[in-house]
């Protein structure tokens, strides 16, 4: 998301328990007009759960009233726009975690937002926002989630550790690794990596290294000193021209590259 202070954003770490699969808790709270614009949720390639406890968000043209909705991975961003009296919490789960928390080949969820009921984990659904509404501060809600979450994860397959040491690996090399090598890192054919990343992460390894090329690029965007132009900036992100840059960028994010770094340029950092 941009502009997250008139969303009253905050974001919260997880215990160390849940940290291998937690990247954060965010809570918005805030009360304004009908967004025109949207905010973004930038993929990085993992999956979540919002929980929301008053007026109707929107993701796309999904419509969350109070109750809960699971956000599969996705190749490109997510357009949120707040209606109304905001009033929700979020889990952001590390890409791969997902399969750990939800127990189904993540290639399911795959661009997706759906109810928790449909896949049977009403527990960590209505149920779960129904018990979070009842409490005052985030901290209780954490509380209570990070609770519920260890005892799913008891009983739930293991982070599988091929694909965390595939990850580090693309995340290391900014997405511009060759598929190749990286298979062969493993000792698995590329045929197998690809089954191993669609079962526990629901994205191609391909998929998964144009993200992060493309969130390489979003971090040089906004570190970058203003002189550097949007060609050296994409070179330098391993785009080979700069044609190529925006399409791959708008696609990702979409938005452009040029008014992505007009946005950052502001003092808040997207979500």
Same mark, same amino acid.
């Given at each position: 998301?941009?502009? =997250?202070? &008139? #969303? !009253?954003?905050?974001?919260? /770490?997880?215990?160390? @328990? *849940?940290?291998?699969?937690? %990247?954060?808790?965010?809570?918005?709270?805030?009360?304004?007009?009908?967004?025109?614009?949207?905010?973004?949720?930038?993929?990085?390639?993992?999956?979540?759960?919002?929980?929301?406890?008053?007026?109707?968000?929107?993701?796309?043209?999904?419509?969350?009233?109070?109750?809960?909705?699971?956000?599969?991975?996705?190749?490109?961003?997510?357009?949120?726009?707040?209606?109304?009296?905001?009033?929700?919490?979020?889990?952001?789960?590390?890409?791969?975690?997902?399969?750990?928390?939800?127990?189904?080949?993540?290639?399911?969820?795959?661009?997706?937002?759906?109810?928790?009921?449909?896949?049977? =984990?009403? &527990? #960590? !659904?209505?149920?779960?926002? /129904?018990?979070?509404? @009842? *409490?005052?501060?985030?901290? %209780?809600?954490?509380?209570?989630?990070?609770?519920?979450?260890?005892?799913?994860?008891?009983?739930?397959?293991?982070?599988?550790?091929?694909?965390?040491?595939?990850?580090?690996?693309?995340?290391?090399?900014?997405?511009?690794?060759?598929?190749?090598?990286?298979?062969?890192?493993?000792?698995?054919?590329?045929?197998?990596?690809?089954?191993?990343?669609?079962?526990?992460?629901?994205?191609?390894?391909?998929?998964?290294?144009?993200?992060?090329?493309?969130?390489?690029?979003?971090?040089?965007?906004?570190?970058?000193?203003?002189?550097?132009?949007?060609?050296?900036?994409?070179?330098?992100?391993?785009?080979?021209?700069?044609?190529?840059?925006?399409?791959?960028?708008?696609?990702?994010?979409?938005?452009?590259?040029?008014?992505?770094?007009?946005?950052?340029?502001?003092?808040?950092?997207?979500?």
């Amino acid at each position: 998301m941009h502009k =997250l202070t &008139h #969303l !009253g954003f905050q974001r919260y /770490a997880p215990s160390p @328990a *849940l940290a291998p699969y937690v %990247e954060c808790y965010w809570q918005i709270n805030t009360a304004k007009q009908a967004s025109i614009a949207p905010d973004y949720m930038h993929s990085e390639g993992g999956s979540g759960i919002i929980f929301n406890f008053a007026d109707p968000i929107q993701l796309h043209s999904s419509f969350l009233s109070q109750g809960s909705l699971i956000t599969g991975p996705r190749r490109s961003s997510t357009q949120f726009f707040a209606h109304g009296n905001v009033q929700a919490l979020g889990i952001r789960f590390k890409p791969g975690a997902g399969h750990s928390i939800f127990g189904l080949p993540l290639v399911e969820l795959l661009d997706s937002i759906v109810n928790p009921a449909e896949l049977a =984990l009403s &527990h #960590l !659904g209505d149920e779960l926002a /129904a018990q979070l509404a @009842a *409490l005052s501060s985030a901290g %209780e809600r954490i509380a209570l989630i990070e609770q519920r979450l260890i005892a799913q994860l008891n009983n739930q397959p293991a982070y599988d550790q091929r694909l965390q040491k595939a990850l580090a690996y693309i995340d290391q090399h900014h997405g511009l690794q060759a598929i190749p090598q990286l298979s062969a890192s493993l000792a698995l054919s590329q045929r197998q990596l690809d089954r191993v990343f669609k079962r526990h992460l629901g994205l191609a390894p391909k998929q998964y290294s144009r993200l992060q090329q493309v969130q390489y690029a979003r971090q040089l965007l906004k570190q970058a000193p203003q002189q550097y132009s949007l060609t050296d900036i994409g070179y330098q992100a391993g785009f080979y021209d700069q044609a190529h840059f925006i399409r791959q960028f708008r696609q990702t994010v979409g938005i452009t590259p040029g008014d992505y770094k007009l946005r950052a340029s502001s003092n808040n950092k997207p979500l």
